[in-house]
């Protein structure tokens, strides 16, 4: 019974210690094969999912006024991403994903295909800013796909809300259109400037991304960080923007559609430039938000996406007579002192053009002319000239040009002549002799933006120097927070005959002492300036605006410059569609004038500050103001 | 009480405190920074247990043990049908008993008992004496609470109950027909298995075991991760507590199911060389034991215990390393739990207390 007698069970016994020595001995050759043989490999797998080099988003440059004020900061931001390097590859996963997200699963499957080819760099952003709400909904969707991460990027933050929008623009991803013409110059996901100074100065404004190799653990939370290149901040820089003055701009304008242009004469600097309906650029910050963009886009009645400053031609009325003036003294068709009698109409061609004042002024010289506005002398004056003299005039005091401006998609002011109307009108290529007398008074074909008819009169107020308008004053030097000026482009002298201004100025200073805008002087120094009344009917926009009643009224304008011994500024204002320009246009133009020489020294407007409340706000940055 | 350390066997005492101090090493590393931070304490306290329960077993006289077997498989067929009315039921299985304040898997103690039964019942006359009959009926007492434990589910325990049959080629030794028997039975059972036994997760561990890579964010997940912690090791590993995979958890469940699998990264083939090593000495040792038993009884309890400790050792390692399906089989002394330690410890001291009486004759 003692089982140690049983040779057979013995023997059975030493095969399964055998088997037990060969099963030790196969493991250890399956770990040979994972440890020794395949160790590289699998080495390679650890560290690929473990250190992960993720870009550090560089802020953008911050956008002060010539005060040193903030129109534009920069905040702290949470995005929903998805890593370079993470980017899923199966279909029913990203699909899935798309539905989480409430997103089109095709445009999503595009996008991660596009960043997949595009190599290193930003991360793919799924949500935007997101809100303590959408922190709650990224986090649950984030335990369902583990792969998706949350950065911290600075957003930009427009502290006047809707002050400046025409001149700030605001900021976007690069779409891939622009990224196809310029290979190199943009990275996909890059965050670029879409419209207003943001888009005209985005090289200035932008930094340099860093870089840094991190330790993550499987949740994706950086857990050691090996070493970083630093991001470069994009520079910040002052613009010659005085938010004072843009928010009396603002104000004077209120819900009146229009714009309001003012230059400061030393050196072209844009003091102010308003277009009214403006837009707020905080809400064009989240980037998946398009349809944002395309709703304001698609108002076509008030048009809130159009720079109306540099964008919009207005029939200029009644202030363009300066410049016929000006073209009838340099061909010597007539003396100042020459009067020419208003009967309150007068037959052209067998038509009959009609003056303001139906009973008629009498008899004028220029100076009581221009002071007047009377119509019938400019009519006069331009049936003694060609067109093409009027267009060489304004082409030599640079009305015919871009003005130059610092912005993007900047209109050229329109100034009819024999050649241009074979171009724009090929069905009536003729000039008619008619058509003339209109543009003598402003009228016709002739339009300009209120910036181009701004410099005009700032030409006038310099006694014929030509400026480039700018809004870029300067970068901030970083340790004393002091502006360092920026070379401008300097004035351009013209052959402006000093008795030939001499007596412009003499009928601006009439204009407003005894002519048609005297409600608008000012006790304490001397403005001068234009009036304007534009007819909307105009050729190329009668059509849109015939479906309006209030879109028929008069567009009204008033341009000038003070003080006018020693003019600082000139200024262009536009008011649509709001009747006779000294009424409407010319009280604004008082209010810039009497807050940028009176009220401007004595109370200033308080720093812009917006409305836009910001969860992750460090409080720092408010109190540094 | 200088009596009662003698009756504890040198070779394997030495081999399994080797095989704890590793396995506490890796429940150190594992828990580390995280919830679990002091397993490796709690397991300590379950090891010294253990060994309490192995000091008393080894002085035991082993056949009075073997008295007590038959009431205890009644007793552990019993538990094992309660588990399923009132045992608690955890990541939708129903495998254990709250006993204050622990979890208690009856099915761990019962595979040991089962097996004290059957030795006992077919050691009780020679080899050649035991008919036919005898063992169809250890076959059915082997399979009977392998289909209760399967009703929990838990497929890797009831599995872990196979090597017991192990006995019968032992007595009889390897025929040609047992092994053609056997083969259709693995065809037949596993077909049969697959159409109405296996549950649906189960299939699908099946399933993903034939192609990893086919669920790499799911279950695949899981046995990827645990190879990348495995090849990341290299010869020397990547040092104490400094395993990626294990540290930045990567690697799941890694103080029971994948606990090896930190052992293996952050000691690298080396440190795998010298456990298995370990595990070849321990088993090696057992299966002396059965030689040099008294009675057939011991001696097939002995080979029995080295199948249940062999399967352990091929399903869990061979597992981590992606080279058998992922089955939940615990290692032995790695794998943090109180049952199953209590009960490797347990069946130790049986096999300590069987070599003490045969040195002691």
């Known amino acids: 019974m003692d089982p140690r007698q049983q040779p057979l069970l013995r023997q059975r016994l030493g095969v399964l210690k055998v088997l037990a020595w060969s099963l030790v001995a196969l493991l250890v050759l399956v770990y040979a094969w994972l440890q020794l043989v395949r160790h590289g490999e699998y080495r390679q797998l650890a560290l690929q999912q473990a250190v992960k080099v993720r870009p550090i988003p560089a802020p953008r440059g911050l956008v002060l006024d010539r005060n040193g004020h903030r129109l534009v900061d920069n905040r702290r931001a949470l995005h929903l991403v998805i890593q370079r390097e993470d980017l899923p590859t199966r279909p029913e996963v990203v699909t899935a994903l798309a539905e989480a997200l409430v997103v089109d699963p095709q445009a999503l499957a595009r996008k991660i295909q596009s960043y997949r080819l595009a190599g290193k760099g930003r991360p793919l952003v799924l949500k935007e800013n997101l809100d303590e709400a959408g922190i709650a909904v990224a986090e649950r969707v984030r335990a369902r796909f583990p792969f998706l991460s949350v950065e911290v990027a600075p957003r930009r933050v427009y502290l006047g809300d809707d002050l400046a929008g025409h001149v700030l623009g605001y900021v976007g991803e690069v779409d891939e259109e622009l990224m196809k013409g310029k290979p190199g110059v943009f990275h996909l996901g890059e965050t670029i400037g879409k419209e207003g100074f943001e888009s005209a100065g985005n090289d200035k404004l932008k930094g340099v991304d860093g870089q840094k190799r991190i330790l993550v653990d499987q949740l994706g939370t950086e857990v050691a960080n090996f070493g970083q290149i630093d991001a470069a901040p994009g520079r910040s820089l002052f613009l010659t ?73 207005y029939a200029p009325g009644s202030t363009f007579k300066l410049l016929v003036a000006l073209a009838a003294l340099e061909k010597g068709i007539i003396s100042p002192t020459t009067p020419v009698y208003c009967a309150g109409r007068k037959n052209f061609y067998g038509r009959d053009f009609r003056c303001d004042k139906p009973t008629g002024h009498g008899s004028l010289s220029m100076v009581q002319a221009i002071a007047q506005s009377c119509d019938v002398y400019f009519y006069e004056l331009a049936s003694r000239m060609d067109i093409d003299d009027i267009h060489a005039t304004a082409e030599k005091y640079g009305l015919t040009e871009r003005t130059g401006i610092d912005l993007p998609q900047e209109k050229r002011t329109r100034i009819p002549s024999r050649a241009w109307k074979k171009k724009a009108v090929p069905r009536d290529p003729k000039w008619y002799a008619g058509e003339t007398i209109s543009v003598g008074i402003g009228q016709g074909a002739v339009g300009v933006t209120p910036l181009g008819l701004a410099r005009f009169y700032a030409l006038l107020a310099t006694k014929g120097k030509l400026l480039t308008p700018h809004l870029f004053y300067g970068f901030r030097d970083d340790q004393s927070d002091h502006l360092e000026p920026a070379a401008f482009v300097p004035p351009k002298d013209t052959p402006l005959d000093p008795r030939h201004w001499a007596i412009l100025d003499e009928g601006l200073y009439e204009v407003v002492r005894g002519g048609t805008a005297t409600a608008s002087a000012l006790k304490e120094l001397t403005m001068v300036g234009k009036t304007g009344t534009a007819q909307v009917a105009t050729f190329v926009d009668r059509a849109h605006y015939a479906r309006q009643a209030k879109a028929l009224k008069d567009h009204a304008l008033f341009a000038g410059y003070a003080p006018r011994e020693n003019p600082q500024i000139a200024f262009a204002v536009v008011v649509e569609n709001a009747g006779f320009g000294a009424s409407s246009a010319a009280p604004i133009a008082k209010k810039l004038v009497q807050y940028w020489f009176l009220d401007r020294l004595q109370h200033p407007l308080p720093a812009p500050r917006g409305k836009l409340v910001d969860p992750f706000a460090p409080q720092q940055t408010e109190a540094a103001e | 009480m200088r009596e009662r350390f003698r009756a504890l066997d040198p070779h394997l005492l030495w081999a399994v405190l080797a095989l704890i101090a590793l396995g506490t090493l890796t429940l150190f590393s594992a828990g580390r920074n995280t919830p679990q931070a002091t397993i490796w304490l709690k397991q300590t306290l379950w090891n010294g247990l253990g060994m309490v329960l192995m000091l008393l077993l080894a002085t035991t006289d082993p056949r009075r043990l073997f008295r007590y077997s038959f009431p205890a498989y009644l007793l552990g067929l019993a538990a094992l049908a309660a588990v399923l009315v009132v045992g608690r039921k955890i990541g939708g299985s129903t495998r254990w008993f709250m006993i204050a304040g622990q979890t208690f898997q009856p099915s761990e103690l019962m595979k040991w008992i089962t097996l004290l039964y059957v030795a006992q019942r077919l050691g009780s006359r020679p080899a050649d004496e035991v008919g036919r009959l005898e063992l169809f009926g250890a076959v059915g007492l082997v399979v009977f609470p392998m289909l209760l434990i399967q009703r929990q589910p838990d497929l890797g325990m009831a599995l872990s109950f196979l090597p017991i049959l192990l006995l019968i080629p032992l007595m009889k030794g390897l025929r040609a027909r047992w092994l053609l028997a056997l083969a259709l039975l693995v065809v037949v059972g596993g077909f049969g298995a697959w159409k109405f036994g296996l549950k649906p997760y189960q299939k699908q561990r099946v399933l993903i075991f034939l192609d990893p890579s086919s669920d790499l964010q799911g279950k695949g997940y899981q046995v990827n991760q645990s190879r990348i912690a495995i090849g990341a090791g290299g010869l020397i590993g990547k040092g104490f507590t400094s395993g990626s995979q294990t540290q930045l958890n990567f690697l799941p469940v890694k103080t029971t199911d994948f606990a090896f699998s930190v052992w293996a990264e952050e000691r690298g083939f080396l440190g795998v060389l010298l456990a298995l090593g370990l595990f070849g000495l321990l088993l090696s040792r057992i299966l002396d034991a059965a030689r040099v038993a008294h009675t057939y009884a011991e001696a097939y309890f002995c080979a029995g215990a080295a199948g249940i400790f062999a399967l352990h050792l091929l399903v869990n390692v061979g597992m981590v390393a992606g080279a058998l399906p992922n089955k939940g089989m615990v290692l032995p002394f790695f794998s943090a739990g109180g049952s199953s330690t209590l009960s490797f410890f347990l069946a130790l001291g049986l096999i300590m207390g069987i070599l003490h009486r045969a040195r002691l004759k």
């Open chain 1, 241 to 313: 923007l005085d938010a004072g003055l843009q928010k009396v701009a603002q104000d004077a304008l209120g819900t009146e559609a229009g714009a309001v242009v003012v230059l400061d004469l030393r050196d072209g600097g844009v003091l102010a430039l308003y277009s009214s309906p403006s837009y707020d650029p905080n809400l064009f910050l989240n980037r998946l938000s398009q349809d944002m963009v395309d709703r304001y886009l698609a108002n076509k009645v008030t048009r809130p996406m159009v720079n109306r400053a540099t964008q919009g031609i």
